[in-house]
């Protein structure tokens, strides 16, 4: 049994952002402070081992300040640090900040690329953290799968896999091209307030009685 048995694609994704609305999911919060790609890199820099809470408020601060490769590298490495704590790993993240500054200035005059095969290439940034900016900021078919996304494609039925690398395999293969981009800010904003890692919101959820709640304990 899947979801998909009763929803489309489109219906899923609607009722996933309705009621992640309805319930303030930090992720819109987060999302007011990130208006450029390159804002966007470093928020998903940040965002690594730190809850959506800390990382909103911290990207608020440090864009106030810093809007440009340029004005992020005039900035010492303790300067930075002091700015993103308590962000984890905040001094190691300074210091890969500094070199993803430096990075996109030598190698691309001071643009985020906008390629897969550039973004990873790029200090600190890995698979998840290339297809996040690619979809969010340039609206490409990339399909960013965290531990949210992984999660609950899983519990809906929607694929039967183990590690998130499958479960982007298997959303390419499935999801329409022209809702690719929209898949990862749905999933991760119904995960917060609803679909939760831990006692998922079941009694109170839009999609439960399509749900076949795959690996949720009663
Ligand atoms: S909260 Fe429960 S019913 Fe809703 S999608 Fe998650 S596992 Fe399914």
């Known amino acids: 049994m899947s979801v998909l048995n ?32 390159f804002h966007s890199l470093v928020a998903v820099l940040l965002s690594s081992r730190t809850k959506d809470e800390t990382t909103a408020a911290v990207t608020k601060r ?7 490769p340029e004005e992020l590298l005039a900035l010492s490495e303790e300067e930075l640090a ?5 962000v984890g790993f905040y001094r ?11 990075a ?6 001071g643009e985020v690329p906008r390629t897969f095969r550039e973004l990873v ?8 953290s290339a297809n996040v900016v690619l979809s969010h900021m340039f609206n490409e078919p990339a399909i960013a799968v965290d531990t949210h996304v992984h999660r609950i494609s899983n519990r809906l039925g929607i694929v039967s ?8 395999r298997e959303l ?11 898949l990862n800010r749905a999933f991760v904003a119904f995960g917060q307030v609803v679909c939760k890692p831990v006692r998922p919101l079941c009694d109170a959820c839009p999609l439960a009685e399509a749900c076949p709640k795959v690996g949720v304990k009663a």
Do not use: C, D, N
């Not at 002091?82 to 308590?86: A, D, G, H, T, W």
């Not at 290439?121 to 998840?128: F, N, Q, S």
């Open 104 to 109: 996109l200035i030598e190698r691309h005059a």
């Open 161 to 168: 896999t183990s590690k998130p690398e499958e479960t982007e």
């Open 82 to 86: 002091e700015l993103i704590y308590p």
């Open 172 to 182: 390419h293969r499935i999801v329409p091209e022209e809702l690719k981009s929209k």
């Open 92 to 102: 190691v993240k300074a210091r890969k900040l500094r070199e993803l500054a430096r």
């Open 62 to 68: 440090l864009f106030q300040r810093v809007s440009s």
């Open 6 to 37: 009763r929803f489309t694609w489109e219906e899923l994704l609607e009722a996933m952002e309705r009621e992640a609305r309805k319930r303030h999911a930090p992720v819109y919060e987060f999302k007011k402070h990130i208006t450029t790609p």
């Open 121 to 128: 290439k790029l200090p600190g940034i890995g698979r998840k």
